[in-house]
């Protein structure tokens, strides 16, 4: 409660302090800087209202580890399985660990990291939204201002806050993003090269950026606007990482595509499109005073046909970021979405629709046809109202409701926390219980396979971090999501033959005595009590081994076993 009432304030202030001097905000440097302190404020206090670590940013810690620890980018010591799809993020959070030795920081690295990227995401949109408004009118008015709604809008947006610091990619994905765009805004092809190929390491989507870039770069040399080198010079850019980055995967995963990337293509075509339907439906829902800024500024820039070569540069720039929210949110669609709480695969779209918006509206005011200076003065004034940081704020206000009562959104992200926080309760028992080497079966391979730590093998029953299941094993579609994985229960019970199965994600309240068909010829269920509490957890513990096995589950102090009848 006290966080909230902490964001809430900040919006507050924030949103006074940009209507009541909206006028020097736009006048003065000074004043645009403390806008853009509160506007940090916001942001920094909205991603600690989450302050969730996700369970699913556990399996890249753990490839981390091993990596700081010199066992390479593996998931259990000696698999050479690519389970992860955020190289970059995870080379940047094993970095610290690597360097002092202590493997301790990888997670408090990559809350602070993503804490980081989401404030550097903040600053970008400012940036962003003034340069492509000066583009149009080098020596005209800019209306600076504008970059300070794009920022607050940024800093409101409730998937950004969600995870920055949840210890996943999304915060750093967001940042090459923009990054990106301000590049092409400033005419770096290279630099746009390089940052889209840091994109692609970081988040398969990165793919699609470089595809509409590449496109974006064809165009503008086409319409005469920029040389056909600068599209030789963006792939030049881009090339040199992904060229031997993907050399090094072949070389040591022996794959082109992730099991991560892998798994979510095996399932049906109707199944994923459904799936992914219902995703991108909730988030225009959630986020339909976004869409309705964007789509509203867009269309103020249609009314004017007739432009200098300056402006249609600048407005070059906002279809790009247009035609990129739109391309990233067809991935996601085709892809079948998401089952991760506040829309985490579309984090980037929210964020480019509020550049859209700021931007152009901003080239609507200050710019006109030659023919037609007496709109643009009637303009002027209405931006430099205080009708606009107005709507801005209330927007911003909008999406901290958003947060705070959407079921899929802080409600969601809490849930998420506890029973991450259970399953590594869990892991705990069991690395502290079993000796190093024991085999562990799971489909939870987060924050439960982590603190089991890597003297122990964990075997993903998805398939998402074990080869053989990901690439031979069935699809199957995962709960109500359009997100496919793998199985092949056989495989994992007669050849990588575990010791343990646990098949409950977290604690239960009640229970359970029944086994899954796939384990009952083998294995039985041990059911133990977690000892303060009201929780049971049941596993299945290998036939042949099962006396040894509970006596040595049974001997930790927080568990205690209680016999199925």
Do not use: K
Not at 284 to 309: D, H
């Amino acid at each position: 409660m006290v966080l909230t009432a902490v964001t809430v304030g900040a919006w507050l202030v924030l949103a006074a302090f940009v209507v009541t001097w909206w006028p020097r905000i736009n006048a003065r440097r000074s004043w645009r800087y403390a806008a853009l302190g509160l506007t940090l404020l916001l942001s920094l206090f909205h991603q600690l209202l989450y302050s969730t670590v996700a369970g699913d940013a556990y399996v890249t810690f753990r490839y981390a580890r091993n990596v700081a620890e010199g066992y390479g980018p593996v998931y259990n010591t000696g698999e050479y399985v690519e389970g992860y799809a955020n190289f970059l993020w995870m080379i940047l959070v094993a970095l610290p660990g690597a360097v002092f030795g202590d493997s301790d920081v990888i997670v408090v690295t990559a809350v602070l990291l993503g804490i980081a990227a989401t404030l550097g995401s903040v600053l970008l949109a400012y940036r962003l939204t003034n340069r492509i408004v000066r583009i149009a009118t080098p020596d005209g008015p800019a209306l600076p201002g504008l970059g300070v709604l794009a920022a607050a809008l940024t800093a409101a947006a409730s998937t950004p806050a969600a995870y920055g610091a949840s210890g996943l990619e999304a915060p750093l994905f967001v940042l090459l993003t923009l990054t990106f765009c301000l590049a092409i805004t400033s005419g770096r092809a290279v630099v746009a090269g390089v940052t889209v190929a840091l994109a692609v390491m970081t988040r398969p989507e990165g793919l699609v950026m470089s595809v509409i870039g590449l496109a974006w770069f064809v165009v503008e040399a086409a319409r005469r606007r920029r040389t056909a080198s600068a599209a030789v010079a963006y792939l030049a850019g881009a090339a040199v990482l992904l060229v031997p980055w993907t050399v090094w995967r072949l070389t040591v995963y022996d794959h082109l595509l992730p099991n991560l990337v892998l798994s979510r293509w095996r399932g049906s075509w109707s199944g994923r499109l459904a799936a992914g339907g219902d995703y991108v439906a909730e988030f225009t829902l959630a986020y339909q005073a976004f869409v309705a800024l964007a789509v509203a500024a867009i269309a103020l820039l249609l009314t004017r046909r007739r432009v200098s070569a300056a402006v249609a540069r600048a407005r070059s720039v906002v279809w790009l970021l247009v035609v990129l929210a739109v391309g990233h949110v067809l991935a996601v669609l085709v892809a079948g979405g998401g089952w991760m709480p506040v829309w985490r695969l579309l984090a980037p779209v929210p964020v480019l629709l509020a550049v859209v918006g700021t931007a152009a509206y901003g080239l609507f005011v200050v710019t006109s046809p030659a023919n037609d200076a007496a709109t643009a003065d009637r303009g002027v004034p209405l931006v430099r109202g205080r009708t606009v940081p107005v709507v801005a704020t209330a927007l911003c206000g909008l999406s901290l409701v958003v947060t705070m009562v959407h079921p899929g959104a802080l409600p969601a992200m809490h849930d998420l926390r506890t029973a991450a926080g259970q399953r590594a309760e869990i892991g705990r028992w069991l690395d502290e219980s079993l000796p190093a080497g024991t085999v562990i079966s799971t489909h939870n391979t987060g924050s439960m396979a982590y603190e089991a730590g890597p003297s122990i093998v964990v075997i993903d029953v998805f398939g998402r971090t074990d080869e053989h299941i990901a690439r031979e094993g069935e699809p199957m579609r995962v709960e109500d999501s359009g997100v496919y994985a793998a199985r092949d229960f056989d495989y994992v019970v007669n050849e990588r033959a575990p010791a343990v199965a646990v098949e409950e994600s977290s604690y239960t309240r009640v229970r359970e005595c029944g086994i899954n068909p796939a384990y009952a010829g083998l294995y039985e269920v041990a059911s133990f009590r977690r000892a303060g509490t009201p929780y049971w957890v049941s596993v299945y513990v290998r036939r042949v081994r099962a006396a040894h096995l509970i006596e040595l589950l049974d001997a930790h102090p927080d568990f205690t076993y209680v016999s199925c009848p």
